[in-house]
């Protein structure tokens, strides 16, 4: 699995001191989370619809091993291959060896984000196939050589001129800015001979149907449908818990989807794909591929605090709910899947120990679990996770705090069970600080507490308590 190498707060300090980026994301609120609401609100039973999407993902990940089985059964009975990957290195490779033995050229990628978890273009390209995204956000990062920014709009960071350099080779600083549409005409100009020439194509999966076989993709510039009929190869990639038990489900899952991913009542398509080109067809690919990776969601699945992350069907909300995400930017969080969905995946599936800044990078306010249509309670799991790095669970290699930190701590515990341990802790706190504050404020504490007074000053703790004081008021004194 690919580390999290980036470090949280010198990625966030980057991007909150980089003006145009901050204009750029302020996007996903003013366009992506007011535009939620008002679709929330044309429903008049958005609370039972979120109530309903809720349900049927508990269900379907209470039964994940049942309803894995249908889908294989059913994607088999429509022509269809099922490969289970139990990480990214075994699903990459199943895809690379059948490019070979299909004497694959050119590979077309539809967005997906399982992809990215398995670094599959960059892998592709490595073994000699031209690979190429046809989703205009996911092109845009493949030519900027970035990681997708947001679940949903992977290049929402970037400017107009940034998008103009990218696409013409040409265009320098000053010159003329082209608007949306002229961009998206010069993507679609270059793409189009991609489209004409591909020979296999990979795409995501938004929703996997068990009990017909069906993959359904949700897409707004018909790359999707183009990825799905045009080449002769079609492999479908997903993670395990992308799927629902029925057809009458996938209409609740669109609705609560599309509406909270883009505010769109519908996307302009939904492309649903039932296997290989049957004989009196005359379009679809010849062969389809349906790759399930696991790549850590076993863990989740079998962690009872974390599992209802498996419920999330990444539509990004969370993100434009989440005032950190929207500060920080995406590239702060340092693997695939950004803010606070991404604050509570990866540590679980990269190690907490590799990530242990992320689940404090929330202000806990709660305006993830009122966005998410399924009803996560992010703020929950990410005060578990914040509990794992500070104490460690079962597992002591969660751990990433110091043994002098949670001394700390234990001694702080101890002294607030007490009144008389209170206050003998206060008195030798206020003597251990005199020396070190001006006018009563600690502006440099001392390490391992140093961090408190990096940003702000903190005031000295009082010798006497405020039951004290005011009991010495009481009986006349100052
Ligand atoms: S956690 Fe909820 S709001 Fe966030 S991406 Fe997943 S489904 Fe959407």
Redesign the pocket.
């Known amino acids: 699995m690919k580390p999290v190498t980036i470090n949280f707060r010198s990625k966030a300090a980057q991007t909150l001191a980089d003006a145009q980026i901050q204009q750029s994301i302020e996007h996903v609120y003013t366009g992506f989370f007011k535009g939620r609401l008002l679709a929330a609100a044309e429903t008049d039973n958005w609370e039972d619809l979120r109530t309903k999407g809720k349900a049927i993902k508990d269900h379907t990940i209470a039964h994940l091993d049942y309803y894995l089985g249908m889908l294989a059964d059913s994607v088999e009975k429509n022509g269809g291959r099922v490969f289970f990957a139990a990480d990214a290195a075994e699903a990459r490779q199943y895809i690379i060896d059948l490019a070979h033995k299909r004497n694959i050229k050119t590979v077309i990628k539809s967005k997906s984000m399982v992809s990215e978890e398995m670094g599959l273009a960059e892998a592709m390209n490595t073994e000699g196939f031209e690979t190429v995204e046809t989703d205009l956000g996911e092109y845009i990062i493949q030519l900027a050589n970035e990681t997708p920014y947001h ?1 949903i709009a992977p290049a929402v960071h970037k400017s107009r001129s940034d998008v103009a350099k990218l696409l013409d080779d040409d265009y320098k600083d000053g010159d003329r800015i082209p608007d949306a549409t002229e961009l998206t005409m010069m993507a679609r100009k270059k793409l189009r001979g991609v489209f004409e020439r591909a020979d296999m194509s990979v795409t995501g999966v938004n929703f996997a149907v068990a009990e017909s076989g069906s993959i359904a993709l949700v897409t707004n510039e018909g790359n999707g449908r183009m990825s799905t009929t045009v080449p002769r190869v079609h492999v479908a990639v997903m993670g395990m818990e992308k799927i629902i038990p029925s057809i009458q489900d996938l209409s609740t899952m669109l609705r609560i989807l599309i509406r ?1 991913a883009t505010g769109q009542r519908i996307s302009t398509y939904v492309t649903m794909v039932n296997g290989s080109r049957k004989f009196d067809e005359e379009e679809g690919p010849e062969e389809f591929h349906l790759v399930i990776m696991d790549n850590g969601r076993q863990k989740l699945l079998e962690d009872p605090q974390m599992r209802e ?1 498996l ?9 434009n709910a989440c005032p950190v995400y929207r500060k920080v930017g995406g590239h702060a969080y340092g693997w695939v899947y950004p ?3 991404g604050a509570i995946v990866s540590p679980v599936m990269t190690g907490v120990k590799d990530a242990s800044n992320l689940p404090s990078a929330s202000s806990l306010c709660g305006a ?1 679990h009122d ?4 009803k ?1 309670n ?1 703020p929950r799991m990410l005060l578990e996770l914040r509990w794992r790095t500070a104490e460690g669970s079962t597992d002591k290699d969660e751990r990433t705090s110091s043994a002098k930190e949670r001394g700390i701590w234990k001694a702080w515990r101890v002294g607030m069970m007490g009144r008389k341990r209170f206050d003998i802790g206060s008195r030798l706190a206020n003597l251990a600080m005199r020396p070190l504050a001006k006018n009563g404020w600690l502006k440099k504490a001392p390490p391992p507490i140093s961090g408190w007074t990096s940003t702000r000053d903190f005031p000295t703790i009082s010798a006497r308590s405020l039951k004290s004081k005011l009991s010495k008021r009481s009986k006349g004194g100052k």
Do not use: E, F, Q
């Open positions: 679940l909270s992350s419920n999330c069907i990444r539509c990004g909300a969370c993100l803010g606070p969905i993830c966005a998410c249509p399924v996560i992010i």
